[in-house]
């Protein structure tokens, strides 16, 4: 079967920042998003494993699989929106069978 | 004196405070014991519908008066104000920034639930009345001291020099009046609230066995996991220094006697007027971090929430409950 | 007419509903109130056991009779044959396709166990009593409508030419059987049911403080969590159009008519032809949903899960009940 | 013997067996009925913190005395040695490998907290008092089968000419002694004890709408739960084998005899006795499991979970259960 | 340490669906797999996100190592599973270190 | 945006080993590593999904992006970690933005 390149963006931040990271991610022309609604992790920002009384130290991770150039737009977008946030952006390489549907 | 140390060792042998212990010592001792995430949020949201339904139950018996409305205005000119003078100790004597200042600020204008909730169990295993309505006051308390807390940032900020560009952003962004006013538990609190008032007596008669009964029991278990949460953020207190730290000790006892002072002054009863106290010496955990999470994200997170979750809280549960009530019954015998 | 006004009214000043349309505010506003999705299923699992283990001992109490063995069959007709009804009203009014029609259909044959609770809850509050085996009845609805709904489609997809393709592969797959025979709801209603007519009122006492007691209680809080998920919904009903959404307020009340007729036909008590016009009127979103998600992969969920929870659902919650139960006595009383 | 068949009789139609056996048939069938993992683990701690409080509020109520320290030696004392004794008879008998067997042998020198609680209800029903004491033994037999266990592996693993290398290393690692001795069940089961002995009466008042009134129901639907454990751990039964399988169901019967003459010799009552051979004669499946997980890999755990949880606790819950009582009033009347 | 090239797929699906993906890719000669229980999301089939009363809006994601033969075989095999259905599939290439274990 | 081509590691190990797994990864450099608490799986090892009672048959999601040194180096030393438990080491090529916080 057919195969076809994309990008898979794995966006890993913390719940508050959630709803404006997925936002972009539609207006910058993604055609879907996977959310993985609670990971914990330890990074630049020390430790964030507490989901139990608000979502202060609970992480999200955010799959999007995407068009080259969307999928870098994204990446750009996400800078600013991370900035004072506990975040990172991870980027590869992916194939899908169906061109159209991302 | 001798009434509060009996209060206090009285208060200190309750189940609620010997389970709050027990979690703090498993969370500092890395057990694994831990309510799932679930059951923790579910005895959250159930403190939340229950303590609301009864106060808004109790509201219908005694009708709205004068006094009441007094009351309310109060609660909410002290959730006001109280972030000023705590911003104020924070930038003098807590030598603190202006953006982590204005955001604790604001946890100490905002309250916690269960504070209040472990102070009408400790009236309640003693027989002291107290006025259904404190309940909607706390309601009340929950968002005015965000608003105080985000004009101190903002001030602060436009004084540096980007006060124009500062002035032109709203205040709240839709995000921020999103988590505030429609958080689930101010939503829970003051719509459980409401339902209570509307079918009263009956409709306190049907829900009764499920949020009067075992009520008492539900906060000892729901201490537990808060206890546990304590434990678990001991190691963070290196983050908040010691000067903050104090703060997190003397702030409630200058907000819990502002509140005692002037709930005192409009008439309430020595339990009302213990719960007041409460209500000004606690800080916010739940609604108010969120809050700050998404407004003003360079304030560190890990320094609001341990001050008001592993200092103030156990501060208020173990001494300040019983020492606001002796205060209070000193208060109304003179 | 004054008297369902009046009942209707009662009816909306209860915590029952008062909860609910409180959830539906906050979903629909996108509060972040939620029940944590394990205590949700947690309460929906509670409400079968109870349910069905209440309906057992009351069997037990009364013992197995000529006009039980009636009742039930009645239950297992209603359900094989008010699929037919509402396809047929969906082809027609609705001017919905082959697959969309049978999928919905299936939906409004069986029944929604949450109805059903509010309304013994509504009759509780009312003292009015009702037969225990009605609850038998219920989860012998749950299923058949499904098997009706199937044979719909696939008549339809034979007459439209694929015939003999159509009539080769099985009506159930093995998945679907599994689905419906061994949903978790399923199972567990009956299974409590069995074990309360096994044990009767001996194991009634045991069970009593858990299941009885809190019951009115808790169907209140799962009101809530049911309000929520409507709410979140409404910007669904776009996706279903208008001659749809009408016959999710027409068919419970055409159904609702046939139950309270057949249950008055075979001598039922008002209190039981109340409910058994509720299980008529009500429409699953449990148990169906998730077998026509696997049988009817081509029907569109959104469709049906708005129709039979944020339609139909309110409806029988809010006028549905009271509107049956004063037809009920009215009918008792000619 | 007639006494006996009576016994099982009505223990077999209680809801608590019911309930298991609805879940065992469900698990197997694969209906997709289970209760959340949230809830079920929340039902576990609750199982934990009531059994653990009432035992210490009775404690509290009859105060500590000479044979209360004598029972407790011995609960520890049958720990250590149960062990030794399984693991004979699991090698021999059972022809099993050295690390399988040491790692079975430390579940049958620890407790089933569910079989126990069971077992309360199962008196409970009969009205036979039995001491509160006896729930202090079963904490404090939790762990030292542990250390048993370990110690007959590393025996095994020098014998086998490793000698000096297991010698030298240390025979709890850092993580299995966290794993067993701040374990959540018990911390929590020590824990709530402790605090139900320091609150006694006053405390036992403010927790018994939650931990005492539906106590025997939420056993039923917790029993519900390990019934579909069990259920669908029933195709690992393949990989026990017969040998070690019929170990599961001889064991406990030694084990209980044991536990019943050792308890009845230092003077306890029928029931009290009774709940002595229960804990002898269940087995771990929270604690060991999980402490076995880390301490010796190489044994497989599908073996020690299932024999534990699928062939001994069943066991115990119907045969057993009944069988010791009996037993113990047979002694009682001697 | 000698590491082998695999394909690794990414199989996000409504849980409805996943138990056949499942037995499928064990047919198709996967030696294991790993699902991600819940997971949202939005597609082309809409949002997907509440599994509160029934999984019919509830979304699994299926990970899978295998050789790369198995793997097209599994995509190939994936796609008449997933008419109808809410389903996507991502192949990228990783790396192992037991080569016999995939 | 300038992308950096980092390693990204997906552990997926049995729950009792998750700590062990973790305090290696710390102490082998990687600046961050994300936890996915619970994922069910089947393996060489048989089936391992069930959670209720023990942490005995629960696995877990472990997520680690850093330079390739130390990628390789965790590879090496999971290597033992993992003899005789339930787990899975899988390596593939990402990219990250910030170079340096990896
Ligand atoms: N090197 C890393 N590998 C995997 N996950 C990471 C890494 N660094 C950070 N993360 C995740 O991203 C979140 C935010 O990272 P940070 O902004 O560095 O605090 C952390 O809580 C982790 O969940
Ligand atoms: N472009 C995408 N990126 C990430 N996940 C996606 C994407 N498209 C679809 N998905 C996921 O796959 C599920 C089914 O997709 P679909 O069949 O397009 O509705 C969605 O609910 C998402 O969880
Ligand atoms: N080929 C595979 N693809 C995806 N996940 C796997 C694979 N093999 C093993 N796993 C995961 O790794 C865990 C441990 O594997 P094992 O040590 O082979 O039993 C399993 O329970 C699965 O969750
Ligand atoms: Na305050
Ligand atoms: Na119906
Ligand atoms: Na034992």
């Known amino acids: 079967m057919q195969l076809y390149k994309k990008k898979k963006l794995e966006i890993i931040v913390e719940a508050a920042r959630s709803r404006a990271i997925i936002e972009m991610v539609e207006k910058a022309g993604a055609h879907?998003?996977?959310?993985?609604?609670?990971?914990?992790?330890?990074?630049?920002?020390g430790v964030r494993d507490d989901a139990h009384l608000s979502d202060v130290f609970r992480n999200v991770m955010i799959i999007v699989i995407a068009a080259e150039d969307i999928a870098h737009r994204i990446v750009d977008q996400s800078q600013p929106l991370l900035e004072h946030y506990a975040g990172i952006v991870v980027v590869s390489d992916v194939e899908v069978v169906r061109d159209e549907h991302f | 004196?001798?009434?509060?140390?009996?209060?206090?060792?009285?208060?200190?042998?309750?189940?609620?405070?010997?389970?709050?212990?027990?979690?703090?010592?498993?969370?500092?001792?890395?057990?694994?014991?831990?309510?799932?995430?679930?059951?923790?949020?579910?005895?959250?949201?159930?403190?939340?519908?229950?303590?609301?339904?009864?106060?808004?139950?109790?509201?219908?018996?005694?009708?709205?008066?004068?006094?009441?409305?007094?009351?309310?205005?109060?609660?909410?000119?002290?959730s006001f104000t109280l972030p000023v003078l705590a911003y104020g100790l924070l930038r003098s004597l807590g030598r603190l920034d202006v953006t982590n200042a204005a955001a604790i600020a604001a946890h100490y204008g905002s309250v916690s639930v269960v504070t209040f909730v472990a102070a009408t169990g400790f009236l309640g295993n003693r027989g002291i009345p107290f006025e259904g309505y404190v309940v909607a006051m706390m309601a009340l308390m929950e968002t005015p001291a965000i608003v105080t807390g985000l004009?101190?940032?903002?001030?602060?900020?436009?004084?540096?020099?980007?006060?124009?560009?500062?002035?032109?952003?709203?205040?709240?962004?839709?995000?921020v009046a999103r988590e505030v006013f429609l958080s689930g538990s101010v939503v829970l609190l003051v719509g459980s609230f409401a339902i209570g008032w509307a079918t009263g007596e009956k409709g306190l008669a049907i829900m009764a066995p499920a949020i009067v009964d075992p009520f008492k029991a539900v906060i000892a278990v729901f201490l537990l996991d808060m206890g546990l949460l304590v434990g678990r953020r001991l190691p963070d207190f290196r983050a908040v220094g010691w000067r903050v730290m104090a703060f997190g000790l003397y702030m409630p006892v200058i907000g819990g006697t502002i509140g005692l002072l002037s709930a005192h002054a409009i008439g309430l009863s020595p339990g009302g007027v213990t719960l007041v106290a409460v209500l000004a010496a606690s800080?916010?955990?739940?609604?108010?971090?969120?809050?700050?999470?998404?407004?003003?994200?360079?304030?560190?997170?890990?320094?609001?929430?341990?001050?008001?979750?592993?200092?103030?809280?156990?501060?208020?549960?173990?001494?300040?409950?019983?020492?606001?009530?002796?205060?209070?019954?000193l208060l109304a015998a003179m």
Do not use: H
Not at chain 2, 292 to 321: C, D, E, Q
């Open chain 2, 1 to 78: 004196m001798n009434e509060f140390l009996q209060l206090a060792a009285g208060n200190l042998l309750s189940p609620m405070v010997l389970f709050f212990a027990l979690g703090v010592t498993a969370g500092w001792l890395k057990s694994d014991l831990a309510l799932p995430e679930a059951v923790s949020k579910g005895l959250s949201l159930y403190l939340m519908l229950a303590i609301g339904f009864k106060g808004g139950a109790e509201l219908a018996a005694s009708g709205l008066t004068g006094t009441i409305a007094v009351a309310l205005v109060l609660a909410i000119a002290l």
């Open chain 1, 32 to 45: 879907g998003y996977t959310v993985v609604p609670q990971v914990s992790g330890k990074g630049n920002r």
């Open chain 2, 151 to 175: 004009l101190l940032a903002r001030r602060a900020r436009s004084a540096a020099g980007a006060e124009a560009a500062a002035l032109r952003t709203p205040l709240f962004s839709r995000d």
């Open chain 2, 283 to 329: 800080a916010s955990y739940i609604v108010v971090p969120a809050a700050m999470r998404m407004a003003l994200p360079k304030a560190n997170p890990a320094v609001y929430v341990t001050l008001s979750l592993a200092v103030t809280f156990p501060f208020n549960l173990i001494v300040g409950i019983p020492l606001y009530n002796a205060a209070a019954r």
